[in-house]
């Protein structure tokens, strides 16, 4: 029986001693201080492409831009997006673009602690300093909202955030953007499009027990996302099975319309709504050539 | 082979909503609000062809169609949504019924749009061009950070002067606007 308690002792200081050097593993990388000067109209354009406006805004109730607030409800429990206005108690009026580049491209806040991949930033990684440059000018012209988000709702074992250090070294992967040779400019801008800022992957390619997605079945469409709904696989052979043409493509990211005259719904009306619909014919065109995998 | 009807199917559905799957088995007042989506679903195929400039405008066929939708807004489609009829085929969130409300002006702006969509099919397409979002009730650009998505329908006199597809655009995000709350989305 002693030995038995003492061994029992023993794991739990071992256990005890895990949780305490995940909280002080240190994962911030050095400081990014980025000397561009940023262009706010062009990092605004970034901003709706990545996503930023439409999750960091509660539109449908009627929240401030950037405010945070909205939910997201997953099988971990539910996220609120967080408060990225200027103000410097409930948003990040007192980050430096130091601050704002590793959060962005790091997953990593100004306090050491790593963001839950709720928010895409494993996609944001291919940000140029100049990308980040214009995105962080223009969230310096969000009006400040002294109201913070909700705090995140999440079941257990998820509310120990430095268990995503352990998430963070099993699942991600530190590669920026490579074009592919051979193929042309336009296909190549949608694939940094696709594989960055719009972040596609992140609903449709379904993710395995710990939430990383399953990177052989890439755009293969997944089920129970936030709300209970589903994104339909959107590669290349799907598409072009189903009939999706280059016009039709670019025509739905814009408004809304598929081919069979319905109008998308659920989260992907919100994308489009908040997202894709602001982008350049250049970019959807980008996006479409790369996603249809057309060459001219 | 189960794996390709499967994505098959979702792909299907991802084309068509869920509208030919579940249609199938959907009865009574149910099978009545989906065949009314299909019928302006069958509209806002025809007219997007022509704002994709891929059949000549067509300005009789705009007011037609901008018709049919109109006859489905309104009470006529809220009177096809009544309580409990959620469940079972429906893919009707029953969030529709705990803001009944938001419900209803969704229903009644269609109407306004429709009734816009008539009143501008004469003023034909917007100058083609690389423009993202200038037809959209926001007023927001893509070079600022600001802008709701809940914006108010435009008077009468401003829909019937605005370009054919502007207006369309408007249509199809009034469609949207249930769609993106109301309305369950399945493989």
Not at chain 1, 103 to 119: T, W
Request: overall charge negative; hydrophobic content about 40%; proline content about 6%.
């Amino acid at each position: 029986m002693r030995r038995l308690f003492l061994l029992g002792a023993a794991g739990a200081a071992l256990g005890l001693l895990t949780l305490v050097s995940l909280e002080f593993w240190p994962i911030r990388p050095a400081s990014q201080d980025i000397n561009l000067t940023g262009d706010a109209g062009r990092g605004a354009y970034l901003a709706r492409m990545s996503g930023c406006i439409a999750c960091h805004t509660d539109a449908e109730n009627g929240g401030a831009p950037l405010a945070g607030g909205l939910a997201l409800r997953t099988d971990f429990g539910t996220f609120y997006s967080p408060n990225l206005t200027t103000d410097t108690d409930a948003g990040i009026g007192s980050w430096s673009v130091s601050d704002f580049a590793i959060a962005v491209r790091n997953g990593v806040s100004p306090d050491g602690k790593p963001y839950y991949p709720a928010f895409p930033y494993p996609f944001y990684r291919s940000f140029s300093d100049q990308d980040v440059a214009d995105l962080w000018a223009a969230f310096q012209t969000v009006p400040p909202v002294a109201t913070p988000s909700k705090p995140q709702d999440l079941k257990l074992p998820f509310t120990f955030r430095s268990g995503l250090k352990i998430w963070r070294a099993a699942f991600l992967e530190d590669q920026g953007f490579t074009p592919t040779e051979g193929k042309s400019t336009v296909w190549n801008r949608g694939k940094f499009i696709v594989e960055g800022p719009a972040h596609c992957a992140a609903c449709h390619t379904p993710r395995n027990f710990a939430g990383a997605r399953q990177a052989e079945l890439d755009l293969h469409g997944a089920g129970g996302l936030p709300g209970g709904e589903d994104a339909p696989p959107i590669f290349k052979g799907e598409l072009i099975e189903n009939g999706w043409t280059l016009a039709t493509f670019k025509y739905a990211l814009r408004t809304g319309v598929s081919p069979s005259g319905d109008v998308l719904g659920g989260s992907m009306g919100e994308v489009i709504r908040d997202g894709t619909s602001f982008l350049s014919d250049e970019d959807l065109t980008a996006i479409s050539t790369f996603l249809l995998d057309e060459e001219d | 082979m189960y794996v390709r009807i499967t994505l098959a199917g979702a792909a299907l559905a991802s084309l068509t909503a869920v509208s030919v799957l579940a249609h199938s088995g959907a009865t009574g007042i149910v099978k009545e609000r989906m065949d009314g989506m299909s019928a302006m679903a069958k509209v806002v195929k025809s007219l997007s062809s022509m704002m994709r400039k891929e059949v000549p405008f067509d300005a009789e066929k705009v007011r037609l169609g901008a018709g049919i939708i109109q006859a489905h807004s309104g009470d006529n489609m809220l009177r096809l949504f009544p309580e409990g009829s959620d469940g079972g085929m429906s893919v009707a969130k029953p969030e529709i019924w705990e803001d009944w409300k938001k419900f209803e002006g969704y229903a009644n702006d269609l109407g306004l749009l429709a009734r816009g969509l008539a009143a501008a099919a004469d003023n034909g397409l917007a100058m083609a061009g690389g423009a993202s979002n200038t037809s959209t009730m926001m007023g927001t650009s893509s070079t600022s950070m600001m802008g709701t998505t809940t914006a108010m329908v435009p008077s009468p006199d401003m829909l019937a002067a605005m370009p054919t597809d502007g207006v369309f655009n408007m249509v199809a995000q009034a469609c949207a606007a249930c769609h993106t709350q109301y309305r369950l989305e399945k493989n």
